[in-house]
């Protein structure tokens, strides 16, 4: 079994900061690329960040310069830096891994999602 733990959302006034970790824990043998998705109120699901094994990060247009990923491998822990935020950045957060297990199955897995609303 394999699972990730989101924590570190909650509420924050524009401008503000928050950081996000999603923990992977259980029979874990390796961790592929590791992504944040965010999904707002009635809309759909949209990629945020992804950070390779190695630690190269891309990012979706409207959080570049704003939200920094990064990962701690031997924690198996990924975060996302959010700065600068903005109303439109209010969704829940979800990380997601590919995991390969101690049984050597690899498995797409995603975290319960985190809130986080930017609101004054």
Not at 8 to 18: F, H, I, Y
Not at 24 to 53: C, D, H, L
Not at 103 to 108: A, I, L, N, P, S
């Amino acid at each position: 079994q394999v699972h990730l733990v989101e924590s570190g959302g909650g509420l924050v006034q524009p401008g503000g900061s928050l950081r996000l970790s999603c923990a992977a824990s259980g029979s874990i043998f390796s961790i592929n690329a590791m992504t944040w998705y965010r999904q707002a109120p009635g809309k759909q699901r949209e990629w945020v960040a992804t950070i390779t094994t190695d630690g190269r990060t891309s990012y979706t247009d409207s959080v570049k310069g704003r939200f920094t990923i990064s990962r701690d491998n031997p924690k198996n822990t990924v975060y996302l830096q959010m700065n600068s935020l903005k109303p439109e950045d209010t969704a829940v957060y979800y990380c997601n891994a590919g995991i390969i297990s101690t049984t050597r199955h690899f498995g797409d897995h995603w975290g319960q999602g985190t809130q986080v609303t930017v609101s004054s």
